[in-house]
Nanobody, 115 residues
Framework: QVQLVESGGGLVQSGGSLRLSCAASGTGISVYTMSWYRQIPGKERELVAEVDTYGATTYEDSVKGRFTISRNNDMNTLFLEMTCLKPDDAADYYC?????????WGRGAQVTDSS
């Protein structure tokens, strides 16, 4: 079992930066591929970025070059560094841990556009 808690969301202006964190408890995250998803009300949840157990990363096209996903297995924490934020980045951001045995989700952190 893994419990995931996101933090770091808030109000941002276009061009601003924000860092999301996802703290895990229970089983260590080293055995999971870790991902960030986001969802706008009325739309499907979409994958933003992913980092596998080897540290390989993938990004959704619209965030490439602006967002950086990273993991610290010793801290049991996942991060998403977001820069050059745009209004379209405003959403609820969710942390996910998965492997062949299970999928776990956090409850989300809200990123709101202030413009």
């Amino acid at each position: 079992q893994v419990q995931l808690v996101e933090s770091g969301g808030g109000l941002v202006q276009s061009g601003g930066s924000l860092r999301l964190s996802c703290a895990a408890s229970g089983t260590g995250i080293s055995v999971y591929t870790m991902s960030w998803y986001r969802q706008i009300p009325g739309k499907e949840r979409e994958l933003v970025a992913e980092v596998d157990t080897y540290g390989a990363t993938t990004y959704e096209d619209s965030v490439k070059g602006r967002f950086t996903i990273s993991r610290n297995n010793d801290m049991n924490t996942l991060f998403l560094e977001m820069t050059c934020l745009k209004p379209d980045d405003a959403a609820d951001y969710y942390c996910q841990a998965y492997n062949r045995r299970a999928i776990y989700w956090g409850r989300g952190a809200q990123v709101t556009d202030s413009s």
